[in-house]
């Protein structure tokens, strides 16, 4: 019996001075792996996006336009508030678009305060994956 708690004993002060010594040997776990922030201005559009792709682009100033400045009327309206004929006037554009381009020009509608339908999300993303 005594043979067993002097082992769980040892064990204990084996165990906590390997902690000790990793913790020296780590820098602060303040610097841990902390998220970026996700700008004001994110629709939630950026979920498949990488993540420092979309912040790096929403730093810039450059607003890129996609010949679809009839959008801008749209800036800060919610994205579920669209109308059809509203809806049907993204749509229009981003059937336009290559399939390399949708993620800038969703990157582009951030920027400029646009949020992209609800309806037309899944649509885009579908054609980004592509």
Avoid at 18 to 32: A, C, G, V
Avoid at 33 to 58: D, S
Wanted: include cysteine.
């Amino acid at each position: 019996m005594w043979y067993i708690l002097l082992a769980i004993l040892i064990l204990g002060i084996v165990s906590a001075g390997i902690n000790r010594f990793e913790k020296r040997r780590r820098p602060s776990d303040d610097t841990d792996e902390k998220q970026p922030v996700v700008p004001e201005i994110c629709c939630g559009q950026h979920e498949v996006c990488e993540r420092e792709k979309f912040l790096a682009t929403a730093t810039q100033d450059k607003i890129e336009y996609y010949d679809d400045e009839e959008l801008d009327i749209y800036s800060g309206v919610d994205s579920g508030m669209y109308s059809e004929s509203a809806v049907n006037e993204f749509r229009e554009v981003l059937y336009t678009l290559r399939n390399t381009e949708v993620g800038g020009w969703m990157r582009s509608l951030q920027l400029r305060g646009v949020c992209l339908p609800d309806a037309l999300k899944d649509e885009a993303f579908i054609m980004m994956g592509k």
